[in-house]
């Protein structure tokens, strides 16, 4: 029983460790690395879960998706500008390679539609 708390923590910290890599890099996906997170903590302590609970990381980005709400046009804008700079970026240094450009072409028209048409908009409480 110990050894399976163990490794749902430290699954969970390495989950933890790229949803929160994923916050900066729009190529790592963040809300399921931190999900991950979530279930494993939950799995080994509630002291864990707790602490994860109450961290800005899940507040910011995990909370409000949890509880089934979705995600705030503010949210939703600035996720989008800054995967559009990023991968703009890496477009522009792709320009010799083309299969390069395609891949990340398609991964950037996945993200704004998902972010459009996937995540649900709600507004905050004032």
């Known amino acids: 029983m ?9 699954l969970g910290c390495i989950s933890l460790g790229l949803g929160a890599i994923g916050t900066v ?6 809300v399921p690395f931190l999900l991950l997170s979530a279930f494993c903590f939950s799995r ?16 910011n980005n995990l909370e409000s998706y949890v509880k089934g709400q979705g995600m705030t ?12 700079l990023l991968m703009g970026f890496g477009f522009y240094m792709m320009k010799n390679t083309p299969v390069g450009r395609t891949v990340l072409a398609i991964v950037w028209v996945l993200h704004v539609l998902y972010f459009l048409f996937g995540v649900k908009n709600y507004e905050e409480a004032e």
Do not use: H, Q, R
Request: proline content about 5%; glycine content about 0%.
């Open 2 to 10: 110990k050894l399976k708390k163990t490794i749902y923590v430290v």
């Open 25 to 30: 890099l729009p190529i790592l996906p963040t």
């Open 44 to 59: 080994s302590s509630e002291k864990l879960d707790n602490w994860f609970k109450s961290t800005n990381l899940y507040k």
């Open 73 to 84: 046009k503010k949210a939703k804008i600035k996720i989008l500008t800054t995967v559009t």
